[in-house]
């Protein structure tokens, strides 16, 4: 079986090994839709596996009769798969503290503290836009952090977006993209 994976996955233990044992992989994490068409057209896939789906034409692959394999239903494994709600956390801790513009003064000899004095996270009102896996995730880690959690999920409700808008002093986007959800957070929602 000839195998194109899209998706980063060297990264997670025995994950490529795993794909590996269903036949040939080509591993290809950072293609767009026009070089992954470029490669299916080159040469005989039976199968492309991904953990999203949003950067595959569906309908291309269907049309050649290419399998899409997707994680994003095998709860069990993307709930031992914290990696993306660990890096949204890190950036806005990172964000918040000028960890980045700090570290990088230090590196050309800076050490004024004062120009880099952040926000501490305790206290901080975020509210979380998407309350799936990963918005759930999130809210552990923030809950962690003494930060008081808001919700709103396009699906299920929850918190009013316009009042989380209005009252959080950090936004973090966990939905998917997706025609239903594109732009729901836009310039004239942030002004």
């Known amino acids: 079986m000839q195998i194109l994976c899209l998706t980063p996955i060297k990264h997670l233990n025995e994950v490529y090994e795993y794909l590996n044992s269903f036949g040939c992989v080509d591993y290809y994490p950072n293609l767009n839709k026009e070089s992954v068409k470029g490669l299916i057209d080159s040469f005989d896939y039976d199968v492309t596996a991904s953990t999203g789906l949003n950067h595959i034409d569906i309908n291309y692959c269907n049309e050649k009769g290419i399998k899409v394999m997707s994680h994003k239903e095998d709860m069990k494994l993307l709930n031992e798969l914290p990696s993306t709600s660990e890096l949204a956390f890190g950036l806005m801790s990172s964000m918040l503290r000028n960890i980045p513009s700090g570290f990088d003064d230090v590196k050309n000899g ?31 880690f923030c809950d962690a952090f003494g930060m008081t959690v808001k919700i709103h999920d396009p699906y299920e409700g929850y918190d009013d977006l316009d009042l989380i808008l209005k009252e959080s002093d950090i936004i973090s986007l966990h939905v998917h993209a997706n025609n239903e959800t594109r732009h729901m957070i836009n310039k004239k929602t942030l002004v």
């Open 110 to 140: 800076g050490w004024d503290y004062d120009k880099f004095m952040g926000h501490q996270l305790k206290g901080k009102i975020i509210g979380l836009i998407g309350y799936g896996r990963l918005g759930k995730m999130m809210k552990t």
